[in-house]
């Protein structure tokens, strides 16, 4: 029985969305990419288990978050795109300086909820395009920080629809990696943060959010960094350094103000994106 199939089967057991040969470039900051076989966006835990369950030993699965630092072939995804909705956006405080966030959650929200919370150290989440799952994957970080250094622990999901918690002592992180298997699924991450004068954080939250103004493109969608940093350089000064700095090629462009950002001149109009 193909994917299809096994899909039509278990569908009318499911009340989340299931799309079939949708264009993903409608889920990408960079506006680009092919059809997805599949993409299927669960209701809750539950029913993301139950349809992991169903599909058994199928490998051909890849979750896509808010699509911010994602780039996406013309030629799509033969396989299931698991896209996780506002159900895996939820906020909430333990222990007064702990923080529970859904994994699609998106880090400037998290950074916000600290600040509102009088909680120190996540703000530099303010800075960052993109969710809290993809957050963890990459070890996203800016300014000295990362989420290496906030993280607790992480709620996962194995392709069998199996969940387990993860510490942070058990995952192994560098620069913009972990080592956390590919296959599983983020639904929600702790993290720890320091009771402080709410002032005080939220000034630091807005001279981050203005420092990043000044230094970096605003008001268009540019996914962030492009390249990471090698050892002992920048990549921005070596693309800099090798003339590339406002080069074009079709409707792509390397950003003047800062040429480690790449732009796609379509998004310039695109108001919105189905997140």
Known sequence: MNLVDQINEIKTKISGKLLFDENLSRYSWFNLGGPAKVIFKPKNVNELSFFLKSIANNNNVKVLGA?????????????????LGKSFSHLSLINKNMIIAGASALDK????????????????????????????RMNSGCYEND???ILVSVQVMDLNGKMKIIYVQDIKFSYRSCDLDRSLIFISATFKGNKDNFDKIKKKTD???????????????????????????????????????????????????????????????????KI
């Open 207 to 273: 001279d981050l959010i203005e420092r990043k103004k000044k230094d970096q493109p605003s008001k268009i969608k540019t996914c962030g960094s492009t390249f990471k940093n090698p050892k002992n350089n920048k990549a921005w000064s070596l693309i800099k350094s090798s003339g590339c700095a406002g080069m074009k090629v079709g409707e792509a462009y390397i950003s003047d103000k800062h040429c480690n950002f790449f732009v796609n001149k379509k998004m310039l109009n695109q108001k919105s994106l």
């Open 147 to 149: 989420i290496s250094k």
């Open 67 to 83: 699509g911010s630092n994602t780039l996406i072939r013309d030629g799509g995804f033969n396989g299931i795109i698991i896209k």
């Open 109 to 136: 929200n998290v950074s916000s909820f600290a600040v509102d919370n009088s909680l120190s150290g996540l703000e530099f989440l303010s800075c960052i395009p993109g969710s809290i799952g993809g957050g963890i």
